[in-house]
């Protein structure tokens, strides 16, 4: 049974066939839904490595997981070594990493992600270490002094020094006097060019005073302090006064000294971007007070771990990383700087950092027929994970042998010829053998990446009809995607990660008829066997817990009724029949809204339809039908599903409204 492109009639791409084939006729009892995992928080500490790079532990907190791993995301030239297998995790993460060093001149990002997995989905929590660049040695070129000489009444001078590859520097007095100095001698960012002022009081001696300052420069490996003085002229006559009481007498008063009050102290921060949207991001805080000797940062409520308020440089940046809002309203942030002086003077500065929740868009929906596909499809993007969770049904007797019906979860195929699926497929015979068994169809979960033909997905213990199955799609970084589909009755699943580059426009959950509608049911062409008419199947496909992410981009939403030929088929291909030979074969019900869509579901018949719904005749696909890469005979052609993955099933005896195939032979 082979199986070309899947893709809505209404693009008109060949429908998919499915490999594998299972079911069961009695349904079975639905075991509780595995709730969503979710990824609370993860950092590291210290998220902030010297160019030595050193070691971080990295902590995260996760919610409904059974699994946990580390993955590394990004590249550089330097190692990083973490243990990245997977282990169990249920509510708390702990690894460490060590980052080599940085060689080169430029700061280096290290991008990590911790993936928390359960039976039915997969959440992925990214986070940063940053690494200082290695810095040159830092120099004082220069050292220069207006006026470097002052005279004994003091007064004020303007230090300008020339500075090369330093972070901060730093005044110091050296020299000990009985005049007054004054200066700031705080750590502070140093650019090229670094000035300064400092006053000087009166010199109270009859001799010159010397006053000797350090100016030192600093970066992350290196120091330097250059020395420089300042002159003060010797006192050359006291100021008398005579006393009246006291002919004569002169009585010697010192010149007042002036002393200059300490520098106010600032605090500014800036919080770039302010808002953020529901997918969260990363936010810059640049903060500096340059009179400031201790400072710190507060958030509320807390955003990083450790410490709050947190130590911090008084002129310094910190970047951290806001995970995506899954709340119902929006996530708000007070985030304060505070600095204190030497002389006590403090000063604060407040910002608030917003994140938006997410708005489900409102877009219009509209009804059409596809010769294949039945269901819901959006359009918008791009998606970048969806999953839902059906029922699997049975197929009913008067099913042919080349009859088939297949459930699945997708992202594109609908608007272009990409395409990344998984799900549940059902057919009337062994396709093993593609011999008819009587009161007989075969059940198979299987995934799919166009161009490529189905693979086999093969769960333990066997997928039953009347079972509910959840399947998830994710991205888990770069064009890595996570495929998972669960049995949520039997609580048992098949997980892989394959590489997948599509543009991800549409997100799909769908009932469809697989096969090549360009090829007649009894031949096979070059995507494979040809669409035969959709095995009746019951009861209804129920469609529950829909999960789309990106629902706020969502553009449109099509309303998707499957209608063939009810006519004998013979050697017509299915989308060489006109339009006035079409009714409808599977159709969804009917939803509101996309917020009613991803909240309620909505379930799929066979049989009936929306007599209003737009025809989209199969002819429009025909032009941009894609050959697969894999030759016929290469790929599920001539690879069949083990025997071991395959579960025959009872048929269902029902009595179905509606009959789409003459079933002229090969009738269970």
């Known amino acids: 049974m ?172 050296l020299s000990h006097q009985s005049f007054p100095v004054v200066y700031a001698n705080n750590t502070r960012t140093c650019p090229i060019v670094f000035t300064a002022r400092i006053t000087v009081g009166a010199n109270p001696s009859h001799v010159p005073r010397t006053v000797a300052f350090a100016l030192t420069a600093r970066n992350q490996s290196s120091s330097f302090t250059g020395q420089f003085y300042v002159h003060l002229a010797a006192r050359t006559s006291l100021a008398t006064t005579t006393v009246p009481s006291s002919p004569g007498t002169t009585t010697t008063v010192p010149p007042a000294v002036t002393t200059t009050a300490p520098p106010a102290v600032t605090a500014a921060l800036a919080v770039n971007p302010g808002s953020l949207p529901a997918t969260g991001g990363q936010v810059n805080f640049v903060y500096s007070s340059p009179n400031g000797t201790t400072c710190s940062l507060s958030s509320s409520p807390t955003i990083w771990t450790g410490a709050n308020p947190t130590p911090v440089n008084c002129n310094g940046s910190y970047q951290a990383t806001i995970p995506a809002n899954t709340a119902q309203q929006p996530q708000t942030w007070t985030v304060v700087f505070s600095a204190t002086g030497s002389h006590g003077t403090a000063a604060t500065s407040t910002q608030e950092l917003t994140e938006q929740t997410v708005v489900v868009a409102n877009p219009t929906i509209n009804p059409y027929w596809s010769a294949n596909w039945s269901g819901y499809e959006t359009d918008g993007g791009p998606f970048t994970s969806v999953s839902g969770t059906f029922t699997v049904p049975s197929l009913t007797t008067g099913t042919n042998c080349d009859q088939e019906t297949s459930e699945w979860v997708g992202i594109d195929g609908a608007n272009s010829s990409d395409l990344i699926q998984a799900g549940i497929d059902e057919q009337g015979s062994d396709p093993n053998t593609g011999n008819c068994t009587n009161g007989k169809f075969w059940v198979a979960s299987w995934w799919e990446i166009l161009p490529a033909y189905p693979t086999p997905a093969p769960i333990p213990g066997n997928v039953s009809a009347g079972d509910k199955v959840t399947v998830t799609l994710a991205e888990i970084t770069g064009t890595t995607w996570s495929i998972t589909i669960t049995d949520d ?61 990106a629902a706020n981009s969502v553009t449109q939403i099509d309303n998707l009724t499957c209608a063939q030929p009810s006519a004998p088929w013979g050697n017509t291909a299915l989308g060489n029949f006109p339009n006035s030979d079409l009714s409808p074969v599977s159709s969804p019900s009917t939803v509101d809204s996309l917020a009613d869509l991803l909240a309620d579901g909505f379930n799929v018949s066979y049989g009936g339809g929306d007599s209003n719904s737009q025809l989209v005749h199969s002819t429009r696909l025909l032009n941009t039908a894609i050959t697969p890469t894999i030759a016929p005979g290469a790929g599920e052609g001539s690879t069949h599903l083990s025997a071991d993955s395959l579960h025959p099933q009872t048929l269902l005896t029902v009595n179905v409204p509606l009959s789409t195939t003459s079933r002229e032979s090969g009738r269970l």
């Open 489 to 549: 009755t039997t609580n048992q699943s098949y997980t892989t990660d394959q590489n997948y580059t599509g543009p991800g426009n549409s997100a799909e959950w769908i009932v469809e008829s697989p096969g090549d509608y360009n090829t007649p049911c009894d031949a096979t062409g070059n995507n494979g066997p040809g669409s035969c008419p959709m095995a009746p199947y019951s009861p209804s496909v129920l469609w529950s817990a829909l999960s789309l992410p």
């Open 2 to 173: 082979t199986r070309a492109e899947t893709r809505r009639a209404i693009l008109v791409v060949p429908a998919m066939s499915f490999l594998v084939m299972f079911g069961l006729a009695v349904p079975a009892a639905a075991s509780p839904r595995v709730p969503a995992v979710q990824v609370m928080s993860v950092g590291a500490a210290p998220r902030t490595l010297g160019a030595a790079g050193g070691q971080v532990k990295v902590t995260g907190r996760v919610r409904n997981a059974t699994t946990c791993q580390l993955k590394l995301l990004s590249h550089q030239s330097f190692p990083v070594v973490y243990a990245n297998n997977t282990r169990p995790c249920t509510s708390n993460f702990a690894a460490n990493v060590t980052v080599g060093a940085n060689h080169s001149h430029a700061r280096r990002t290290v991008a990590l992600a911790l993936i928390a997995r359960n039976h039915t989905s997969v959440f992925v929590g990214r986070f940063y270490v940053s690494i200082a660049p290695a810095i040159s040695p830092t120099t004082i070129q220069s050292i220069g002094l207006s006026p470097a000489n002052v005279p004994a009444a003091g007064g004020v001078i303007t230090v300008t020094g020339t500075i090369t590859n330093a972070t901060s520097c730093q005044l110091k007095l």
